[in-house]
């Protein structure tokens, strides 16, 4: 059974530096294409990034040159760095695998950006 795990949220100050992660149980992840989406309060959850099987990348325009999505096939994760964080960027975040049965869902991690 595919289990999908974000871990890293926690409070950080705005202009702070986060990095997630998001591992990935029963499947090899080597030919998927990864991505993290983000839930505000009371709003739907929105995509942040993703990357291909060949490492291309993709961001969402709010956070590009700030986030960094990468992926270490040999263990299976995921990561997000997020750098020069602001409190607009409190939301809850969630790793998403696109296998060609469908998307798996992580439970998602918060993170809030507050002094």
């Known amino acids: 059974q595919v289990q999908v795990v974000e871990s890293g949220g926690k409070v950080v100050q705005p202009g702070g530096s986060l990095k997630l992660s998001c591992v990935v149980s029963?499947?090899?992840?080597?030919?998927?294409?990864m991505g993290w989406y983000r839930r505000f309060p009371g709003r739907e959850r929105e995509y942040v990034a993703r990357?291909?099987?060949?490492?291309?990348?993709h961001y969402t325009e709010t956070v590009r040159g700030r986030f960094t999505i990468s992926r270490d096939n040999t263990i299976n994760t995921v990561f997000l760095q997020m750098d020069t964080l602001t409190p607009d960027d409190t939301a809850v975040y969630y790793c998403?695998?696109?296998?060609?049965?469908?998307?798996?869902w992580g439970q998602g991690t918060q993170v809030t950006v507050s002094s």
């Open positions: 990357i291909f099987s060949n490492g291309i990348t």
């Open positions: 029963g499947a090899d992840i080597r030919t998927i294409v």
């Open positions: 998403a695998t696109f296998f060609t049965t469908g998307t798996r």
